[in-house]
């Protein structure tokens, strides 16, 4: 579908609507920056999936309220509501695509 920045403003009405993959990352984060083409690709392909970009250094206050320990950090929300959720710097494409396939 889409991928769009999220700020700490916007953050909670970007993930109110449809099945949003949500990338948790920081300009710092190689394991992220690695990842970001990847996530733009699920985002092409899957017509129902919409991935929201926050940087976390940004919106500090929204990670806190979403728990976010460390970064990478992927979460997945249904209608606001999250579902699923992976934090791990060793991270790759194939094991982000695994887990969005289980979901979808």
Do not use: Y
Request: proline residues 5%.
């Amino acid at each position: 579908m889409s991928v769009v920045e999220a700020t700490r403003e916007d953050f909670w009405e970007k993930i109110d609507d449809g099945m949003v993959l949500v990338d948790v990352w920081s300009q710092e984060c190689q394991p992220c920056i690695k990842l970001a083409p990847h996530l733009e690709q699920l985002a092409e392909e899957n017509d129902d999936l919409t991935v929201v970009k926050l940087e976390a250094p940004k919106a500090r206050r929204v990670c806190m309220d979403l728990k976010v320990m460390g970064l990478p950090t992927l979460l997945l929300f249904r209608d606001g509501e999250e579902v699923d959720r992976i934090t791990d710097p060793d991270l790759d494409a194939e094991a982000v695509r695994g887990w969005i396939d289980e979901h979808l």
